[in-house]
């Protein structure tokens, strides 16, 4: 299998913004995000779409699709940086250039509705891409140290990451045990909206890692049903789970179990060494995993070590 790399970044290299899901609705924002970009001596391109509106979407299909094909195609774009999820990465899937990604690896940051991206790009051309902070929604800030440093340390080194550091309260054990693969995963709705697609990659080797927001248990109780059943949780070799922001039911009256006991209920029925609450998702701090990288998980240690560099 044929990895490819984005370069690393340095000081004075150009950045490109991308919004393939939904629009930015406070401009403010973009314009904070940039500054503290700036601020680190990059440059910053945006994309033509930014600023376009089709509803719920930041801008049509197309033009976000071209905003794409622009940034992986620009020799002097180093990095693509998403501006906020949303809604609308799936709808791009079937419109990408995946030859010409090939062609231009490159880095490509977001998280939550780009998952679909991260997926698609690693089944197709085995890209390693990153869930990670994002340029109106986290770089905007405050980011606190721990998301800063490790955001910057997997985009910047050519050396083997090693372990990464957790944050004091650290993850819960819900199944000690170790494995090796590679980082696969995301938001969970999102994950959930690939399986049967083309765009969704074997998980035979995967370390599948999972997070969402605002769905209520009995919600990600199904997804993860879905998950269990499509064997993508039996043929992962561990399963980390990070942040369920406001995965809580909308009607308290209504009896319901929590996502820790839904978790808790998926572990013993995998097998797998499993962690939860670590610190990625829609939440701060914020790890910054590199999909598709070689990793090792020893869950009873709580301990996960990154056994290659990210970039090139």
């Not at 839904?262 to 590199?290: C, V, W």
């Not at 999909?291 to 090792?296: I, M």
């Amino acid at each position: 299998m044929d990895i490819l790399k984005g370069q690393r970044l340095r000081t004075g290299d150009l950045i490109g913004l991308v919004t393939p899901a939904s629009p930015m609705a406070d401009s403010s924002r973009i314009e904070l995000g940039v500054r503290y970009l700036e601020s680190l001596g990059y440059r910053t391109l945006p994309g033509r779409s930014i600023g376009a509106t089709c509803g719920y979407l930041a801008g049509s299909d197309t033009e976000r699709a071209a905003d794409l094909h622009s940034m992986f195609s620009n020799r002097e774009v180093k990095a693509i940086m998403c501006i906020r999820g949303g809604y609308g990465s799936p709808r791009l899937l079937g419109l990408l250039d995946y030859r010409l990604i090939a062609r231009n690896p490159k880095i490509f940051v977001g998280y939550s509705d780009i998952t679909a991206l991260h997926l698609a790009l690693w089944k197709k051309v085995h890209l390693v891409t990153f869930h990670g902070p994002m340029v109106g929604v986290d770089l905007a800030g405050p980011l606190d140290a721990y998301s800063e440093t490790m955001f910057w340390s997997v985009l910047t080194s050519r050396k083997r990451l090693g372990r990464i550091s957790l944050p004091p309260e650290g993850p819960s054990v819900l199944k000690a045990g170790r494995a090796t693969g590679r980082m696969l995963g995301g938001n969970l709705a999102l994950i959930t909206a690939l399986t049967g697609t083309p765009y969704l990659p074997d998980f035979s080797d995967a370390l599948l890692y999972i997070e969402d927001i605002s769905e209520e248990p009995y919600r990600v109780d199904r997804m993860l049903t879905q998950l269990h059943h499509a064997r993508i949780l039996s043929r992962s070799k561990a399963i980390l789970a990070g942040g369920f922001t406001d995965c809580v039911p909308h009607d308290p009256s209504v009896p319901s179990q929590s996502v820790d006991e839904i978790l808790r209920e998926i572990a013993d029925k995998s097998g797998k060494p499993f962690l939860a609450n670590l610190p990625f998702g829609h939440q701060s701090p914020k790890m910054t995993l590199p999909v598709g990288l070689r990793a090792r998980v020893d869950a009873g240690a709580k301990q996960i070590e990154f056994l290659e560099a990210a970039v090139r």
